[in-house]
């Protein structure tokens, strides 16, 4: 299955679903590369500071930051269970691309009363890949939510009416995710108990499902 993390705003966290997917999915056995599509590297970053520390390899991270990420993506899927796509903000050629190869496509977003959870541009791309692809999944997760309480109270209404539609799993706003980026690790490896952990192993169990 290709995945892609793809949301043309930055810093809404898909670097890190992408990684933590990956981790879980092979934590569970299956063969994962993640396809870094962002020019700043930041997975690859994570993946090249992961091996200084001498920590073990537990997916393969490729940087392919190209409009021709659709040419290459079939082929690269066709060696293992998964390929996660690390999108890159603002670049609209490569989340074109990502598009036209992905199985599901997920957006991240963090979500505020004050904006539209995906951009417009991203709905705009969404839109315009339908017409070559009709059969492409794609939802929306929302990442650091507040407390469960105050989500569903402010968002609840919001949520109905989402286009994309959104992902029952939520992820919290957890610093762990900050302290695994920073040491090249995963939340599960730093605390395998942590709410964080959790959240991702449902996430990663609810965008698996949609395996055709
Ligand atoms: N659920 C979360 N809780 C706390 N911090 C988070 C969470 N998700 C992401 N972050 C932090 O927010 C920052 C941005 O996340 P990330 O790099 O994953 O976003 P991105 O969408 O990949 O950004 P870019 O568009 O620049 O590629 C990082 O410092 C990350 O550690
Ligand atoms: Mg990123």
New binding site residues.
């Given amino acids: 299955m290709i995945v892609a993390?793809l949301?043309q705003?930055?810093?809404?966290?898909?670097?890190?679903?992408?990684l933590h997917l990956a981790g879980r999915w092979a934590g569970k056995g299956r063969r994962v590369l993640v396809v870094d599509a962002?020019p700043?590297g930041?997975a690859l970053d994570w993946s090249e500071q992961r091996a200084s520390l001498g920590h073990p390899r537990l997916f393969g991270v490729l940087g392919l930051p190209r409009e021709t990420l659709h040419r290459e993506l079939p082929a690269i899927a066709a060696d293992v269970d998964h390929v996660i796509v690390?999108?890159?903000?603002r670049i609209a050629g490569v989340a074109r691309s990502a598009l036209l190869a992905a199985d599901v496509v997920i957006v991240?977003a963090t979500p505020s009363p004050l904006d539209g959870w995906a951009s417009a541009e991203m709905l705009r791309l969404l839109d315009e890949a339908r017409v070559f692809r009709p059969d492409l999944i794609a939802r929306m997760v929302l990442?650091?939510?507040a407390t469960r309480t105050v989500i569903a109270r402010e968002t609840a209404e919001a949520m109905a009416g989402q286009e994309p539609p959104v992902l029952a799993a939520r992820?919290?706003?957890?610093?762990?995710?900050?302290e695994?980026?920073?040491t090249g690790q995963l939340a599960h490896e730093l605390d395998p108990g942590s709410l964080?952990a959790a959240e991702i192993a449902a996430l990663a169990a609810e965008v698996e499902g949609f395996k055709r």
């Fill in positions: 993390l949301n705003k930055g810093g809404v966290g898909k670097t890190t679903l992408a962002d700043q930041s690390d999108g890159a903000p991240p990442n650091r939510c992820i919290g706003q957890r610093v762990i995710f900050a695994a980026a920073a964080a």
